[in-house]
């Protein structure tokens, strides 16, 4: 595993698995799921439909996260970060991560993300840096994370290396030319 895989420095969990109709894993993101926040010509916003099954029989609650690595940060891009759904919450709708759509059950975080704000936000890598890839990942839990909304999304991160015990994701691409 490449130093700069998000999963580098984190446990081998058990995989389970990981769908969407929006993206498909090893895609190329489109539209919904660039940035116009961040002034990608075309973005939207969107946070993908995500379904997950097979996760471990003792999962008591879920996080979603989505990340890239590949941003020139030196600690890589956090677009999107929920913690603590229930354990019976197995899918979010199309863009789940707007808060003004209210589609988000009850009980669930969400932290501010890497632009400050506190929904999904979009890929937008600087032009001609090279294709960008976007880990949308779902981190089954031994127990709720317990952090509130003023977390951030590297703390979050902190807290499912103790209680991750099951991973699934879909790593997708865009690239700004």
């Given at each position: 595993m490449s130093a700069n895989s998000p999963f580098f420095?984190?446990?081998?969990?058990p995989t389970f698995t990981?769908?969407?109709t929006d993206i498909e894993d090893g895609g190329v993101l489109t539209g919904p799921q660039l940035s116009g926040a961040m002034g990608v010509p075309g973005g939207e916003d969107v946070s993908p439909q995500l379904s997950w099954s097979g996760f471990p029989e003792e999962?008591?609650?879920f996080a979603v996260t989505c990340y890239d690595p590949d941003a020139p940060t030196g600690s890589?891009?956090?677009h999107w970060v929920v913690t603590d759904l229930d354990a019976s919450v197995t899918s979010l709708e199309t863009n789940a991560g707007d808060p003004s759509a209210d589609l988000l059950p009850g009980g669930a975080v969400t932290l501010r993300n890497d632009a400050g704000e506190p929904r999904f936000v979009g890929a937008a890598p600087p032009e001609g840096h090279g294709p960008h890839r976007y880990f949308?990942?779902?981190?089954a839990l031994a127990e709720p994370l317990g952090i509130d909304e003023s977390a951030s999304?590297?703390?979050?991160?902190?807290?499912?290396f103790f209680k991750g015990i099951g991973r699934a994701w879909l790593e997708c691409t865009f690239e700004a030319k």
């Open positions: 420095n984190l446990p081998e969990l990981l769908t969407s999962t008591k609650a890589g891009f956090w949308f990942i779902v981190t999304p590297a703390f979050a991160g902190f807290n499912m």
